[in-house]
């Protein structure tokens, strides 16, 4: 699925991204646990958060992340922006929780990330 149709299932705001057409995101994973991302994520994922401050950015960074996407209708602050266009990882934000959101994608054809820690 292309980011820009994961915007549309959200109803997320874009708080930045160079192109929303070029991103294809096949696997979604929701945590505000950074340690689980390093951990479940998958390469070219997105990931849903709560988290606003840069860590989530550097840990999308390590964990080759495609996109970040902020529920819960949370803001992050400029240092985070700045760091995310600094490292070219698009920045989603949305009103819903991180179940539902997690929910809608699902539906819409998005798959979680497999479990990869024991």
């Given at each position: 699925m292309k980011l820009s149709e994961i915007v549309a299932v959200l109803q997320a705001e874009v708080l930045?991204?160079?192109d929303l057409e070029r991103i294809e995101i096949k696997q979604a994973c929701g945590s505000d646990l950074m340690s689980d991302v390093l951990c479940y994520s998958a390469q070219g994922s997105l990931?849903?958060?709560g988290l606003t401050n840069p860590q989530a950015v550097r840990?999308?960074?390590m964990s080759e992340i495609s996109a970040i996407c902020f529920v819960r209708g949370k803001k992050p602050p400029a240092e985070t922006v700045d760091l995310?266009?600094?490292?070219g990882i698009p920045l989603l934000l949305c009103e819903y929780s991180m179940y539902v959101a997690c929910g809608k994608l699902y539906s819409a054809g998005v798959l979680g990330c497999n479990d990869r820690c024991e």
């Open positions: 930045y991204s160079e990931l849903l958060t840990t999308a960074e995310a266009r600094k490292n």
